[in-house]
């Protein structure tokens, strides 16, 4: 049974420290395959400046399209909208039974997992490993399935990219080259009314 590492995120888009992230928990942990599980819709977040969830997709694959250890899901897609982390879980291990689950997160979202629908039970039932985001330190306790990892961390923010793309500055070393390349082929995030 292969241990599968779910990074949930919006990935709007996806960028460097998405993937500093994910490898360092390939290098540091039993994980054999990190899944990116790209939401549609964050039942948290804002519907606001957000990419089509097919677009955020394809800018994942190509980021990791040498990475055979990475995998870009579009599992959420298909699931009642907004996306609820419980929901997913229930059906990957319908769908995949042959797998175990973890879940990767930051320290700012594990502070804010009771939040969670289910976060409890979630909690309980599955492995966390939580990656220190600045501003959000990591306890000095912790329920024994709980895994506390320093991972390298780079100050990108996804907003910030975005605004520089509006703004048409470069997201180079921001982003994956590939990524950058077509975000800025494509004019994705330029604003298309500069009224709004």
């Given amino acids: ?9 919006s990935f709007n888009p ?3 420290g998405h993937l500093i992230i994910a490898q360092h928990i390939l290098n540091e942990t039993d994980i054999s395959q990190v899944w990116l599980i ?10 606001k400046q957000l990419l089509n969830e097919y677009d955020r997709l394809h800018l994942v694959n190509l980021a990791i399209e ?15 909208k907004p996306s609820f982390t419980i929901n997913t879980l229930t059906y ?3 769908k995949f039974p042959q797998h175990e689950y973890a879940i990767i997160v930051g320290s700012d979202s594990w502070q804010n997992m009771a939040n969670w629908k289910n976060g409890d039970k979630i909690i ?10 600045p501003g959000f330190q990591n306890p000095a306790d912790s329920p024994p399935n709980v895994f506390f990892l320093k ?8 907003t910030h990219i975005r605004e520089l793309a509006q703004e048409g500055k ?11 390349d077509e975000i800025e082929k494509t004019g994705y995030y330029k604003l298309k009314d500069p009224s709004k």
Avoid: W
């Fill in 151 to 158: 991972a390298p961390l780079l100050e990108i923010s996804a």
């Fill in 124 to 133: 309980k039932d599955y492995p966390i490993y939580v990656y220190e985001r």
């Fill in 38 to 47: 790209v939401s549609p819709q964050n039942p948290l977040k804002t519907q």
């Fill in 14 to 16: 996806i960028h460097t």
């Fill in 170 to 180: 470069s997201i180079r070393y921001l982003v994956p080259d590939i990524v950058c």
């Fill in 66 to 80: 040498h990475s055979p250890r990475l995998k870009a899901s579009d599992i959420e897609f298909r699931l009642p």
């Fill in 1 to 9: 049974m292969s241990k599968i590492g779910l990074y949930f995120g």
């Fill in 92 to 94: 990957l291990k319908e």
